[in-house]
Antibody
Framework: DVQVEESGGGLVRPGGSLRLSCVAS????????MNWVRRAPGRGLEWISY????????HYADSVRGRFTIFRDNAKNSVFLQMNGLTDEDTAVYFC????????????WGQGTLVTVSS | EVVMTQSPATLSMSPGERATLSCRAS??????LAWYMQRPGQAPRLLIY???TRATGVPARFSGSGFGADFTLTISSLESEDFAVYYC????????FGQGTTVDIK
């Protein structure tokens, strides 16, 4: 069974930082591209970042580039999202999702972790 | 950025009815289009990829069509578990999603 589980969300003040984690099982993580997608309150889904299986291709949405960093540890079947310079616009449920190489459909998603940016 | 526009925003339907959801891209995305369903409090679920290929385990009542910039998701006969929000997503460029269509009970 493919499973993806996010953690690390919480309440953070504007300008603060947070690191999200995602651990996967049930598939060969080291050959899978991984993505982060978020859904802000009252809004739709927004793709924010991708990392390839060997970390040689990384891409960000304009809304987070320069503030967020994606990285992975294949030995721990985990992908991470380091979020710095948070604003209230970053308040959302953050999902981790498996993809392919580069841009693709996302076939396995976690339940998400809530990030709230507020003073 | 490829902008995806879904219509209608809300579709009020009864169980057993046929639902047709539309998705339009601001430029051609060829056949690089996926559809997802999301119920409240749950993870999105992949329904369709490559515009018309059902993902593993997706019931046959879900079908996708289209190519280029205009796409359609059809649910042939709505069941209670189908009332949810549906998103299209292009992956011809870096991914972008439509704003969603809510299918609710009339």
């Amino acid at each position: 069974d493919v499973q993806v589980e996010e953690s690390g969300g919480g309440l953070v003040r504007p300008g603060g930082s947070l690191r999200l984690s995602c651990v996967a099982s049930g598939f060969t993580f080291s050959t899978s591209g991984m993505n982060w997608v978020r859904r802000a309150p009252g809004r739709g889904l927004e793709w924010i970042s991708y990392i390839s299986a060997k970390s040689n291709l990384i891409h960000y949405a304009d809304s987070v580039r320069g503030r967020f960093t994606i990285f992975r540890d294949n030995a721990k079947n985990s992908v991470f999202l380091q979020m710095n310079g948070l604003t209230d616009e970053d308040t959302a449920v953050y999902f981790c999702a498996r993809g392919g190489y580069s841009s693709s459909w996302l076939d396995s998603w976690g339940q998400g972790t809530l990030v709230t940016v507020s003073s | 950025e490829v902008v995806m526009t879904q219509s209608p925003a809300t579709l009020s339907m009864s169980p057993g009815e046929r639902a047709t959801l539309s998705c339009r891209a601001s430029e051609t995305v060829a056949g690089n289009l996926a559809w997802y369903m999301q119920r409240p409090g749950q993870a999105p679920r992949l329904l369709i990829y490559a515009a018309s290929t059902r993902a593993t385990g997706v019931p046959a009542r879900f079908s996708g069509s289209g190519f280029g910039a205009d796409f359609t998701l059809t649910i042939s006969s709505l069941e209670s578990e189908d009332f949810a929000v549906y998103y299209c997503q292009q992956y011809n460029d870096w991914p972008t999603f439509g704003q969603g269509t809510t299918v609710d009970i009339k």
